[in-house]
């Protein structure tokens, strides 16, 4: 299991224990679990966030099993990091966020409050979504 930290109500992951197949995103990449589907290819799956922080909040997922940010860059083959990345870039451009601007997260660990240990960039957009979080 992923060794995990209290945080209020929730629990934040550490971002560097081994993989749990448990997870509620390799649930969804199973299908075990629905979600709402904005695009899929060989080496990603996105989805809307179930509790969307902007008018665009789309969760973007590598397709293998990587625990965090620190995870997939550093295990990661060349060919997912560069498929990842590149869905994530077609999917703000297919969204028509390109022109207004859009901001990518990626919480990694306790600090960031990572609360699912299945590595995901937040794509979020649709308005001016102010300065950089420092809470
Ligand atoms: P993080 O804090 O970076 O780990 O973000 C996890 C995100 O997953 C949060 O924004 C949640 O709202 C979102 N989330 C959790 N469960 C689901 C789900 N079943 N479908 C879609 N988004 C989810």
């Known amino acids: 299991m992923q060794a995990t930290t209290t945080l209020g109500d929730k629990m934040a992951v550490n971002g560097l224990g081994p993989y749990?197949?448990?997870n509620i995103f390799a649930r969804i990449l199973r299908?075990?679990?629905?979600?709402?589907?904005?695009?899929e290819d060989a080496f990603?799956?996105?989805?809307?966030d179930i509790a969307?922080?902007?008018p665009v909040h789309v969760l973007v997922i590598p397709k293998g099993a990587y625990v965090s940010f620190s995870d997939f860059s550093a295990k990661a083959s060349e060919a997912e990091i560069t498929g990842f990345f590149?869905?994530?870039?077609?999917i703000a451009k297919?969204?028509?966020l390109e022109s207004p601007g859009y901001r990518l997260i990626a919480n990694m660990g306790p600090d960031s409050n990572q609360e699912v240990p299945h590595f995901h960039v937040h794509l979020m957009g649709g308005k001016n979504l102010g300065r950089m979080l420092v809470a």
Not at 31 to 38: L, N, T
Not at 44 to 48: D, E, G, I, K
């Open 94 to 96: 297919r969204l028509e």
């Open 31 to 39: 299908g075990e679990i629905p979600c709402r589907k904005v695009a």
């Open 20 to 22: 749990d197949d448990q």
């Open 44 to 48: 990603s799956l996105a989805f809307h």
């Open 86 to 90: 590149r869905a994530v870039g077609a």
């Open 52 to 54: 969307p922080q902007a």
